[in-house]
């Protein structure tokens, strides 16, 4: 006979498995603006009861707090401890637009004893560009509209509230492992080659 396994009650809620490693989309995330079962406007210690222990936590000493895995960063109100964004801002890490690569890998991808990150379209150390992005959710059939960001930069935005920004590389250097060298990149003046740098997801209104 199957054994089913225990469910302890929290109140009015059945606590989840707490030993089955839960994945997280983040296509999901996308369409839905839930992390998993992550929403703003939990308290941060819910969010890290069912994503364990955090490899960082900062905090800004202006009411403000941070706690993160691998680049995935999770806002809050340090006194209310209410969670009020989430993004990564590094899905592009030293952009090498000769050789298209990036130092991505352990900012984009993660896993502990309670969850792993499926990445959809993202890829290991290669960057994508705004066009790369654009085919994508078109051929998925994802709806989404355009928004300009501070500099006039394409911002992509979803029925969720989760955004997606660019960067044209101004004022950021890369490195050439072949010469060892850090160099001065050029500005991306093309909007469709621009690079994939954030998903994000705020509520102000929570703060």
Known sequence: MMRIPHLRRRGSFFATFENIMQTIYLKDFVKTGKFGSIVLGMTIDEVIEILGTPEGITDYKNGHSEIIYAYYEFFYLSDKR???????????????????????????????????????????????????????????????????????????????????????????????????????????????????????????SLT
């Open 82 to 204: 209410i969670l009020y964004g989430i993004q990564n801002d590094h899905l592009a890490t030293f952009p090498n637009i000769k050789t298209g690569r990036v130092n991505n890998k352990n900012d984009i991808c993660f896993e502990n004893g309670k969850f792993n990150i499926d990445i959809w379209f993202l890829k290991k150390n290669r960057f994508l560009t705004f066009k790369n992005v654009t085919d994508n959710l078109r051929k998925e059939n994802i709806e989404f509209e355009l928004t300009k960001g501070f500099n006039d930069d394409n911002i992509i935005k979803f029925e969720s509230g989760v955004t997606l920004d660019f960067d044209d590389l101004s004022g950021m250097t890369s490195y050439d492992p072949n010469t060892k060298d850090w160099t001065w990149a050029e500005k991306i003046v093309d909007d469709d080659m621009k690079i994939l740098n954030g998903i994000r997801l705020y509520d102000l």
